[in-house]
T-cell receptor, first 114, second 113 residues
Framework: DADVTQTPRNRITKTGKRIMLECSQT?????MYWYRQDPGLGLRLIYYSFDVKDINKGEISDGYSVSRQAQAKFSLSLESAIPNQTALYFC?????????????FGEGSRLTVL | KQEVTQIPAALSVPEGENLVLNCSFT??????LQWFRQDPGKGLTSLLL?????REQTSGRLNASLDKSSGRSTLYIAASQPGDSATYLCAVYNTGANSKLTFGKGITLSVRP
């Protein structure tokens, strides 16, 4: 089983629909992140959480919200999806205890908004 | 604000060549630098992580170096193979209370048989 699991892996939806992408991890890391990847733009940080009670906006948080339900779970929501939110979304984790900052990624969730 | 640059965006080489992928960053106040590999439509796999106090790390045919003062890192791939074809991204982890990774846009490598 993967250490960082994202569901769904693929989703097609319509403009205006509410979408939730879920991430769970078995690495025991406190820090979790949501990124989106677009061709030519690279990876951009949407939200990040350093522990269950900590939520921080990243570079491009508008139109998104997150929920840190437990140390192992971090969900990303699009309240009203729009076509320019079509992208590949990645969840990642890291362990601050080591101060190494090494990131471990999930396999990604491909979202298409029609 | 940290900026990470990877040039060129794409590279095509014949099998067997030794090659160097470059990464530059603007703010030298970093904890570490990480190189990732990404296959099309897949997640990112960590290849090498260099702490700010280190000069290089090696794993198999891969060697990554870090020159923090000049804001540069290189990923050296020895004896390239078609299976090395992928996108290679570097990312720097800045110091500070809310430190996080800043990614380059990646270099798409194609190794021709």
């Amino acid at each position: 089983d993967a250490d960082v699991t994202q569901t769904p892996r693929n989703r097609i939806t319509k403009t205006g629909k509410r979408i939730m992408l879920e991430c769970s991890q078995t690495k025991g890391h406190d820090r979790m992140y949501w990124y989106r990847q677009d061709p030519g733009l690279g990876l951009r940080l949407i939200y990040y959480s350093f522990d269950v009670k900590d939520i921080n906006k990243g570079e491009i948080s508008d139109g998104y919200s997150v929920s840190r339900q437990a140390q192992a779970k971090f969900s990303l929501s699009l309240e009203s999806a729009i076509p320019n939110q079509t992208a590949l979304y990645f969840c990642a984790t890291s362990d601050p205890g080591q101060l190494s900052g090494e990131l471990f990624f999930g396999e990604g969730s491909r979202l298409t908004v029609l | 604000k940290q900026e990470v640059t990877q040039i060129p965006a794409a590279l095509s080489v014949p099998e067997g060549e030794n090659l160097v992928l470059n990464c530059s960053f603007t703010d030298s106040a970093i904890y570490n630098l990480q190189w990732f590999r990404q296959d099309p439509g897949k997640g990112l796999t960590s290849l090498l992580l260099i702490q700010s106090s280190q000069r290089e790390q090696t794993s198999g045919r891969l060697n990554a170096s870090l020159d923090k003062s000049s804001g540069r890192s290189t990923l050296y791939i020895a004896a390239s193979q078609p299976g090395d074809s992928a996108t290679y991204l570097c990312a720097v982890y800045n110091t500070g209370a809310n430190s996080k990774l800043t990614f380059g846009k990646g270099i798409t490598l194609s190794v021709r048989p």
